[in-house]
């Protein structure tokens, strides 16, 4: 697990799988992380290294369902969690889901000795909305549905933070889910256009934190992306720098996603 710190008050840990981040943000005497690492030697190393950065953890936020992000109670059981409308929904409409997940990655991975993860209850925020964190210091909530039906980013004003969860990503093209959306994608990127013109750092789901540089071209990659899948799917070419083996098996899910199997087209070689 690498750790970086975007300034004196944002840490960000990116895990050694699928470069999943988990950020720790504090204000005065209050801090929380958002979404996690994914290894168990990752998670148990987590509470000590933000004790000894003097990181307080008031509680857990997460910014979608997915398994590899809700990881955080396994660092830290009595924290409390919270997640946005839609997310709840979706963790009580799929009661055990992220488990079951879980224990498919450990089996497949050789993955030992992890205890049983236990999600227990979560506090539900509305989106959009903010949560007061001191003076002049209101984490915002900004809804992003379209790589999943639920989700939210965090945008800390004072900070010039923004945490988008699994958006601009440098290592991973748009990947739309089940219950994923073009429309929403393309919607999402929309709404986090202007937060990325203030933002000095982004934040994604997968991979390294952005500049505002980085991260306006990423989300223009994107943006291209998703525009033709909705176009010409079977012309829809992968950005260069993410144009790997493994994206390509995205794309192809993509394709299938939106009603084609071409899914040799666009790789970007």
Known sequence: MRVSALNSDVLVC???VWQTTC?????????????????????????????????????????HGDWDHVLGRLAFPDASLA????????????????????REFDADHYVIERRPLALGSFQALPVPGSLELGPAKNLEL????????????????WLRVLVCGDYL???EIPMLSESGSLDDYRATLTRLEPLVDQASWVV???????????ARRILAEDAAYIEQLGGDP???????????AAQRRIHAANLKLVGTTSGDHGSGS
Do not use: N
């Open 169 to 171: 990503s440098p290592v």
């Open 83 to 102: 997640c946005a409308e839609s997310t709840a929904a979706r963790l009580a409409a799929e009661p055990g889901s992220a488990q079951r997940r879980l």
């Open 142 to 157: 900004h809804e992003t549905p379209g790589h999943t039906a639920d989700g939210v980013a965090y945008w800390m004003p």
């Open 234 to 244: 079977s012309a829809a070419s992968l950005p260069k720098a993410r144009a790997s």
């Open 23 to 63: 950020t720790a943000v504090r204000s005065q005497a209050e801090g929380f992380v958002i979404d996690s690492p994914v290894y168990p030697q990752e998670l148990q190393a987590l509470p000590g290294l933000l004790e000894e950065a003097g990181f307080p953890v008031s509680g857990l936020l997460v910014t």
């Open 204 to 214: 994604p789901g997968h991979g390294t934190p952005l500049d505002q540089e980085r």
């Open 14 to 16: 990116v895990s050694d």
